[in-house]
């Protein structure tokens, strides 16, 4: 059962109505359920053990890196995979072993590898030369070793949207296949790396299952190769990925997915790494927004809303497809009509649902933004000076609020006058125009 649903006409997150946070704690406000994080990353764990395999599952905190995010997941068991400083702090904080972490990304800083040598995690993915010769350098200094493995860029079309498809090889994600060996025989060299396995990560919203096994069917081959070189590498991270029905379409099922794993993987000594983000995440979110004006126009029903791009920016970036509903049921008979649901930012771009078939709305009414949970809070930003939206968990029949609303005078306080500004404003002079 969705832990979103419609219960004495008014949608609920698990065991409260969704109107009553908006009311509380005013819109927009993004809202999670517990229990659909822990079923989603249940669901997907239990699908690889019963495959057979035994993961370390490493959710992708990119996709939603709030500290109550992270710690329910962390909670089921899951570890980490970031990619920069900033996240694995929030994965430290959050209570993330570092022997579950892995670090990703194809610019990690000096700094930032520093910091994670120094919390001791489980793995960098290292996708350059040069980047490998930093963290050995760096390594080094600090007395350490680094656990590192080569994220491989399989040259596979992963058929996901452009902007997030990465294992091509016009992408700047990983090292070429043809590259990897050299790679591999250079970290040998460097005493401070041990290279100990391969990562790939194709993309993300990946709706089919065969990308992966292409990625994977060139991962194997080539860990097989690079072991019988002499070289003992014990890990292979088969990187994130798995998509989500945004609109109904079909995803592939977790089950499907670890079927496809376990005979990729068949008969190979590997700890293998799993990288979710999107699919732990994305169903256990909505986006709660109010409806300030709707205007006719000429050929068009615009509902503007208290949301927007800046709130949530995936339909703007991606042209990405969000449901909306109401949050109050509306009668099975009820008429419906096409609308555009639009935020108050001034761009066109700030359309988060074109021509979508609603009821009748009214000013004040609430709206419910759907798979929201992955890449929408983390994404946004205080464009137009709008204040960073709030965030809210629920678990069962309680809920509270896991990040405020921002506030204006934090928000503009942030600025600094440099010395020629300061003192008074326009009227009293400032620099004097040049003549
Ligand atoms: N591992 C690596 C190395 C990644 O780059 C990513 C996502 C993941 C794991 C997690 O992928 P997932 O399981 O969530 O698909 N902002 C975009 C998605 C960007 C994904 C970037 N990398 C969106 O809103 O669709």
Same mark, same amino acid.
């Given at each position: 059962m969705s832990s979103f649903a419609y219960r004495d006409g008014r949608l609920h997150a698990e065991s409260v109505p969704l109107d009553r946070i908006a009311r509380a704690v005013g819109t927009p406000v993004y809202v999670y359920s517990t229990a659909a994080l822990e079923n989603a990353y249940?669901?997907?764990a239990g699908a690889l053990r019963e495959a057979g395999l035994d993961p370390l599952i490493c959710y992708a905190l990119k996709a939603n890196s709030n500290q109550a995010v992270i710690r329910t997941l962390a909670g089921r068991g899951a570890g980490a995979d970031v990619v920069s400083e900033g996240e694995l702090r929030r994965a430290l904080a959050a209570g993330v072993p570092p022997e579950k972490t892995v670090f990703a990304g194809v610019g990690k800083t000096r700094a930032e590898m520093a910091v994670a040598l120094d919390a001791g995690i489980y793995q960098f993915n290292v996708e350059s030369l040069p980047e490998l010769e930093a963290l050995a350098q760096v390594a080094e200094g600090r007395g350490k070793r680094a656990p590192v493995a080569i994220r491989v860029n399989p040259d596979v079309d992963a058929r996901t949207h452009s902007?997030?498809?990465t294992g091509k090889s016009e992408n700047k994600f990983g090292i070429d296949l043809d590259h990897v060996g050299?790679?591999?025989?250079?970290?040998?060299?460097?005493?401070?790396v041990e290279p100990l396995g391969l990562a790939v990560h194709i993309g993300s919203q990946l709706t089919e299952l065969q990308p992966f096994r292409d990625a994977f069917?060139?991962?194997?081959?080539?860990?097989?190769?690079i072991r019988a070189s002499g070289v003992p590498l014990s890990r292979l991270d088969l990187g994130g990925g798995l998509g989500v029905a945004?609109?109904?379409?079909? %995803?592939?099922?977790?089950?499907?997915?670890?079927? @496809?794993?376990?005979?990729?993987?068949a008969g190979l000594d590997a700890q293998l790494i799993f990288e979710?983000?999107?699919?732990l995440t994305a169903a256990a979110g909505v986006l709660l927004a109010q409806v300030i004006y709707v205007k006719h126009g000429l050929s068009r029903r615009f509902v503007v809303i208290d949301a %927007?791009?800046?709130?949530?920016?995936?339909?703007? @970036?991606?042209?990405?497809?969000h449901d909306v509903r109401t949050l109050r049921e509306h009668a099975g008979d009820a008429p419906l009509s096409p609308a555009d649901v639009v935020g108050p930012v001034c761009e066109t771009g700030d359309t988060l649902a074109a021509q979508r078939?609603?009821?009748e709305l009214a000013e004040n009414d609430f709206l419910a933004i759907f798979s929201a949970g992955a890449y929408g809070a983390v994404m946004s930003s205080t464009y137009n000076s709008r204040l960073l939206v709030p965030e809210v968990m629920v678990s069962g029949d309680d809920w509270a609020v896991i990040r405020p609303r921002g506030d204006y005078e934090a928000l503009i306080a942030v600025d600094r006058l440099p010395g020629w500004l300061e003192d008074g404003g326009p009227e009293s002079g400032g620099r004097a125009p040049e003549s």
């Open positions: 249940d669901g997907f902007k997030i498809t050299r790679v591999v025989s250079r970290a040998r060299e460097l005493p401070a069917s060139k991962l194997v081959g080539l860990y097989g190769e945004y609109r109904g379409e079909r %995803a592939p099922s977790p089950q499907d997915y670890a079927q @496809l794993v376990a005979e990729a993987t979710p983000g999107r699919h %927007a791009m800046n709130d949530i920016i995936r339909p703007s @970036l991606y042209d990405a497809w078939q609603l009821p």
